[in-house]
Nanobody, 119 residues
Framework: QVQLVESGGGLVQAGGSLRLSCAAS????????MGWYRQPPGKQRELVAA??????NYADSVKGRITISRDNAKNMEYLQMNSLKPEDSAVYYC??????????????WGQGTQVTVSS
């Protein structure tokens, strides 16, 4: 079983920055992909950014403002968010996909962290 713990959310003024972290623990053999999703109030969860191998993918609404990164040695991923806008307010979830030491595939989610951007 693989658990994810997020940190770094909070309240920030428009134009400010936040850095989200996601730590994975458990029986991890390999990680194939990492991603960050968000769910604004009353809306569906949407992809913010993802990283797989050497490739990254970003939602159009965050390109140029948000950067996803990973630390393979620590089984962690990060989301650096700059020039934040009120429409970035949401609960942010990290997601990691990979294989356990028993070679079972896993697709784990964090508990979510609230990001609120005030205007």
């Amino acid at each position: 079983q693989v658990q994810l713990v997020e940190s770094g959310g909070g309240l920030v003024q428009a134009g400010g920055s936040l850095r989200l972290s996601c730590a994975a623990s458990g029986s991890i053999f390999s990680i194939n992909a990492m991603g960050w999703y968000r769910q604004p109030p009353g809306k569906q969860r949407e992809l913010v950014a993802a990283i797989s191998g050497g490739s990254t993918n970003y939602a159009d609404s965050v390109k140029g403002r948000i950067t996803i990164s990973r630390d393979n040695a620590k089984n962690m991923e990060y989301l650096q968010m700059n020039s934040l806008k009120p429409e970035d307010s949401a609960v942010y979830y990290c997601n990691i996909q990979g294989q356990t030491r028993a070679l079972w595939k896993f697709n784990s989610w964090g508990q979510g962290t609230q990001v609120t951007v005030s205007s």
